[in-house]
Nanobody
């Protein structure tokens, strides 16, 4: 059973930084695209950033210049470095990945989410 487990969320003051981590575990042949999404109260889930296996990245306009996505293919992990945090960044952050398991085609998986709260 493949799982994505996030960590690193918490409470931070405006202008502060946090680093989110997500590790995939289970029977994994390979992982293609990985990404981070977020969902604020009363809003739809939105894309934050994605990264391909080769390292090409895409960031939402709202986080460009402040957030950096990276990954470690050897550890099946993806990270999100968040700097210059704003109150509007407050949300539950979800890890997402396209994972190939033995004998299966690629499946899309979500983590359970980690809360990020930006407040003074």
């Amino acid at each position: 059973q493949v799982q994505l487990v996030e960590s690193g969320g918490g409470l931070v003051q405006p202008g502060g930084s946090l680093r989110l981590s997500c590790a995939a575990s289970g029977s994994i042949v390979s992982i293609a695209n990985m990404g981070w999404y977020r969902q604020a109260p009363g809003k739809q889930r939105e894309l934050v950033a994605t990264i391909t296996r080769s390292g090409s990245t895409h960031n939402a306009d709202s986080v460009k210049g402040r957030f950096t996505i990276s990954r470690d293919n050897a550890k099946n992990a993806v990270y999100l470095q968040m700097n210059s945090l704003k109150p509007e960044d407050t949300a539950v952050y979800y890890c997402n990945a396209d994972i190939r398991e033995p004998y299966y085609s690629v499946k899309n998986y979500w983590g359970q989410g980690t809360q990020v709260t930006v407040s003074s």
